[in-house]
Structure formats: C-alpha cells, structure tokens
C-alpha cells in the first residue's frame, strides 16, 4: 500500500451543513480555535461521503463545520480516535486495492490547534467490506472486523501514528459477517461479533505483540437468528451488552474478567410492547458512564430505546423510547459529560442532538440538527493531549 502524506486531509466547501447550529458548510482547512485553544469539543463524523470535523457547543449540541469532506470516494464509515486524541483511524468500504480484495484502515493525525485531520497513511484491513474497529486500551494496535469477508485483523500503530501491516487475522468463514472487534476493559481478552453465524469470538490477547490466540471456548454461541452487531460493556467489567440486529433486541452478558468469557443472561426487546419488528434493525448500543442507562438504536422504529440496568443483576428494564429526530440511526454516542447525545441518521442525512436526563435516562431534543450527507457514525472527542 502507498504511503500517505497530505492527500485527503482537506476538503471543498460540499456536503456539510447547519439548521439551526450556527452552521454553513463544512470546509477544508478549518479555522483555528480548537479544543486546545477554545475549549470546545470536536465531534468527527464518518459515512459514505466522507469524513466531516465540527466543533461542538456542549450546551445544545450545535456543531460548526471545521473541516471536510475527507476520502469521501473510500466509505469511510467508522472512526476511532486513539486514547491520547492525537491520531483517528478510519474503516475504508471500498472492494479492490492493488487487485487484491480487501478493504484498507486510514490513519490520520489529529491537529493539536483546530482538531483537523492530515493523511497518515493507508493499509490492508485483511479482508472485504470492513466496518467496525476500535483501538485497544493502550493505543498501539486497531483491531478491524471486516464484514464481507468474515475476518477481524490486527494492525500496529507506530510512533509516528502510521499503521502497519497486520500483525495477526482470524477468519470466521464469509457468512460470519464480523462486524465488532473490541478489546475487554483489561486489555487481556479480544471479542469479535459474528452477525451471520450467530456468535461472539473470543480471544487471548497479547498487549506486547498485539497476536490473538483463541480462548477457551472459543466463542460463546448464541440462539439462531440473534445476530449480534455491536457489544459495549458495563463499567464494572463483569457485564456486557450485544445488540442484535436482526432480532430486534439487547442481551446481557455476564464476563469473568480473568478468563475472558462471556455467557448470555437474559435478552429483551428493543421495540415498544406490541410494534412489529417487520422493516426495523438495530444498529449501535452504548452503556451510560454511570453504569445506570443502557442505550440502543433502532432503524426503521427510528427511534433510542433506553433500558435501566438493574443495581445487582446488570439486567435490563425498557424505560422509554425516543425518536431520532430522522431515519436509520445507523450510529449514536453520549457525550463524556454524558449529559449530551448525538445521533447519526443515515437515512436523512443529519446528526441530531438530545440532552440526556442523568437521573432517569430520559432523552430531550435540543432543536439542533445538522445535515451530513449520509452520516454512519458519529464521535465527540472533548480535549487534545498537548
């Protein structure tokens, strides 16, 4: 794979705009006045026309446009930032490089002055149609699940933040669908959801060497038809949370943390009592930094169902539902002051902001929204390290 300097770090004056947010169209370049040198928080969204970089104003969700369309050719439609917030990585949808099929990773350096992104470099993800990675806890390696392929890979991040070539792979079989590659809060154990077969990988991992070595068992199977998409555990670290995508539903997973197992407890819908689940999927889950809230999104219902966790179980009780605001949410998250969500409508191509009721769950609507041409992931990023 070529090496990249600045190509693709700026954009034109296209695709990002504000209503009602002070906005504009999002352009190449940014002003300054960033995190750093403003305090404002920096919200990176990806989708399938590019990466887009605003500021965020906390109090109601209204986002600037600083910088963007970025790669907008490569379906770059999912970001992660590494934990020092200095470099973000992209997944690249695309089919074919240098007539081997297989998607690539984009890394990118963070600007400590305005929050924009300059090029790094590209690689192989391993595999077709990537759509999920995550860095693990320490920030050295990505780990990348690649959808069409049924594989999750993993790749070193250098000092210089370039990624390299894949340390390690695992294959799941093409019907496997991977669409989560995650690390546990210890950074002992790798999990990968398998959409189509119906299971969560599970993996030893080495934080020296980033190599993953199947666990024992070497995943936890679930019932037919339940599809898990996305995991996010709970703050204690002895409970998980999958949703599915096609069953319409959230299951409880307990984890023992020192062998790195994961067992189903309990599932609950995330559809109000009596709505048919014909024409709806559920996409991204997150669990409130309190530990209190579950949060998952609905597309088609358009719609967050919000669940109360149990104080002593870590099970889940429907507290509400709120609307999107827009159609298929492909992507939410709740700010780290966890008073402010934003989500991403695929479907109606805009990011819109709710406050978050700390106390109950509850979600409000702001009145900010903002379009993004078909927004598939959304990431609020509050500080840069110096």
């Not at 099929?101 to 090029?119: K, Y």
Request: hydrophobic letters at 35%; a negative charge; glycine letters at 14%.
């Amino acid at each position: 794979m070529s090496q990249g300097s600045d190509t693709g770090s700026s954009g034109t004056n296209s695709g990002a705009s504000g209503s009602g947010t002070g906005g504009g169209s999002a352009s190449g370049g940014g002003a300054g006045g960033g995190p750093q040198a403003g305090g404002a928080p920096l919200v990176y969204v990806g989708g399938r026309q590019g990466i887009f970089v605003f500021r965020l104003d906390e109090a109601d969700g209204a986002l600037s446009p600083v910088q963007g369309p970025i790669d907008a050719d490569l379906n770059p439609t999912f970001l992660a930032v590494d934990p020092a917030r200095r470099l973000l990585f992209a997944v690249n949808e695309i089919d074919e490089v240098d007539g081997e099929r297989s998607g690539t990773v984009s890394a990118f350096r963070i600007s400590p002055d305005d929050g924009t992104l300059t090029l790094i470099n590209r690689v192989l993800s391993r595999g077709e149609g990537p759509a999920h990675l995550a860095l693990d806890r320490t920030g050295r390696f990505v780990l990348v699940a690649n959808y069409s392929g049924g594989t999750a890979a993993v790749l070193p991040v250098g000092q210089d933040g370039a990624l390299g070539q894949a340390v390690d792979e695992a294959s799941f079989g093409p019907r496997a669908r991977s669409h989560h590659a995650v690390t546990d809060p210890a950074n002992r154990f790798a999990f990968v959801t398998n959409l189509g077969s119906d299971a969560i990988a599970q993996f030893r991992f080495d934080a020296a060497t980033g190599k993953i070595t199947p666990n024992d068992p070497p995943a936890l199977t679930l019932p037919p038809d339940t599809t898990p998409r996305h995991l996010d555990f709970h703050p204690d670290g002895r409970f998980a949370y999958v949703i599915n995508e096609n069953a319409d539903s959230i299951t409880t997973l307990s984890y023992d943390p020192s062998r790195g197992t994961l067992s189903a407890v309990e599932t609950v819908s995330t559809l109000p009592e009596g709505v048919s689940g014909r024409g709806n999927t559920c996409a991204g889950v997150q669990v409130a930094s309190s530990g209190r809230f579950v949060y998952g999104s609905n597309r088609g219902h358009d719609s967050i169902a919000i669940f109360a966790v149990d104080p002593d179980k870590r099970t889940l009780t429907p507290a509400g539902h709120e609307p999107t605001q827009g159609k298929t949410p492909r992507h939410f998250q709740i700010g780290p002051t966890g008073k402010l969500l934003l989500v991403a409508n695929q479907g109606s191509s805009n990011i819109v902001a709710f406050h978050v009721d700390e106390a109950t769950g509850a979600l409000r609507p702001t009145g900010r929204v903002t379009e993004v041409p078909e927004p598939t992931y959304v990431g609020i990023v509050t500080s840069l390290a110096p």
